[in-house]
């Protein structure tokens, strides 16, 4: 086959295979080749200019299918990764970001345990060591407001609210101290002694239940169980609080995969897929075969290890 039918663009793995050349092959076929070419010496010339005219048509419609498919997609590359959430990572090569968003449209998003666990063996490779969720007997209990569940009435329920916000924080616990607040709604009078409130609202890890040994405009005096910080939001009310471990994931990794960047990205963009938006997660490094953990100071990757031991 003459070279002419492979300009720059339409070069194929084989060249026998040019659209140019099978589209001209046919055309001088159907025009009986050489007994209908004696009147007209341009007539090849002309069968020549249909038929690659006739491939750069194919070629572009080719090239317009195969950005359908994300395994062959490449000027809609971007388009489909934002179609499906998927975020490049550092270093992915246009075969993997292609193999990501083939994978992640593919994904059984049916919520089981089974599921995810496949999902992330696929993922993972090599590097996957175990994954499971917080079982029955680790589950903890949380208060669930200011006031216990069993007192509904309108003065257990302390409304009107009236909102603070601490100007220092709270570092010495166990012992009654005077705190500097600030007023930032609600009703204007001061908190009754003996009152609960919600000091540090809206931090599970640091929320807890005070009762109030005295306050003023500008104070509020308590003992305090919980380290707060400068800011600290304090509030009085029913404020509902409903934390649970029931959704802790647990995703075990092998060779300091869980200090990896790409592989920590990898967990948390398939995680996002895979959970309700309540369940959180963990990527944890394993420790021995089968456990993560426990942490131990100056020697555990922080981040990675869990402070108690778990187990697959």
């Not at 009107?160 to 500097?180: F, K």
């Amino acid at each position: 086959m003459p070279s002419r039918f492979l300009p720059q663009g339409h070069t194929r793995r084989d060249p026998e295979d040019a659209p140019g050349w099978r589209h001209y092959v046919d055309k001088l076929r159907n025009w009986g080749v050489d007994d209908n070419f004696l009147d007209d010496d341009h007539l090849r010339g002309k069968l020549y200019a249909d038929a690659m005219l006739t491939q750069d048509v194919q070629l572009l419609l080719d090239r317009a299918k195969a950005e359908l498919h994300p395994l062959s997609t490449q000027t809609f590359l971007e388009l489909h990764e934002q179609q499906l959430g998927a975020v490049p990572l550092e270093g992915d090569s246009l075969k993997t970001r292609r193999e990501r968003v083939y994978a992640y449209g593919r994904l059984l998003l049916d919520g089981r345990v089974s599921s995810i666990d496949a999902t992330l063996r696929q993922f993972l490779g090599s590097l996957y060591a175990f994954y499971r969720t917080t079982r029955v007997n680790e589950l903890t209990s949380f208060d669930k407001s200011p006031q216990n569940r069993t007192d509904f009435n309108h003065v257990g329920r302390q409304t009107p609210i009236r909102a603070m916000r601490a100007t220092v924080g709270v570092v010495r616990l166990g012992v009654q101290l005077t705190v500097p607040t600030e007023f930032l709604g609600g009703v204007t009078d001061p908190y009754s002694v003996g009152q609960v409130v919600l000091f540090d609202a809206g931090r599970n890890d640091r929320t807890e239940r005070v009762t109030v040994l005295g306050c003023t405009d500008t104070t509020i005096t308590a003992v305090f169980s919980k380290p707060h910080d400068a800011g600290a939001f304090v509030t009085s009310g029913h404020q509902p609080r409903y934390p649970s471990a029931k959704r802790m994931h647990h995703i075990v990794v092998k060779d300091d995969g869980a200090l990896n960047p790409s592989t920590r990205g990898t967990v948390n963009e398939l995680m996002r897929r895979l959970v309700k938006g309540t369940a959180t997660w963990q990527v944890l490094q394993e420790t021995d075969p089968s456990t993560a953990g426990p942490f131990i100071l100056d020697e555990s990757p922080m981040d990675a290890t869990p402070f108690a031991e778990v187990q697959s």
